[in-house]
């Protein structure tokens, strides 16, 4: 009987050894999977400011190229535009039947 017992508490102690190990495993990996998540959140972070101060910068520059004054300027000093006299300009209306 002795001998039983002495077998059945080292089968468990096995087992148990076992499980320790098998948990200890599963904390290391976890602890990685978490390294390399967080890892990927800071870089994606990182991405996520500089394209939102490259979209500051492009608006910047879409307000800066479409304004009124300055495509007035470039069609009357580059281009040689001019708006034509009043009495030259003829309205057109697009008249729904």
Do not use: Y
């Amino acid at each position: 009987m002795k001998f039983n017992k002495e077998i059945n508490e080292i089968f468990i102690f096995i087992f148990l050894a076992f499980l320790l190990c098998l948990s200890g495993i599963w904390i290391i990996q976890t602890k990685h999977f978490s390294r390399q998540s967080f890892i990927e959140l800071e870089s994606l972070n990182r991405e996520r400011d500089r394209l939102q101060v490259e979209w500051g910068r492009l608006q910047l520059e879409e307000s800066t190229w479409g304004n009124h004054p300055r495509v007035e300027s470039i069609a009357r000093e580059e281009l040689k535009l001019a708006l034509p006299d009043q009495d030259k300009v003829i309205m057109l209306f697009d008249i729904k039947q």
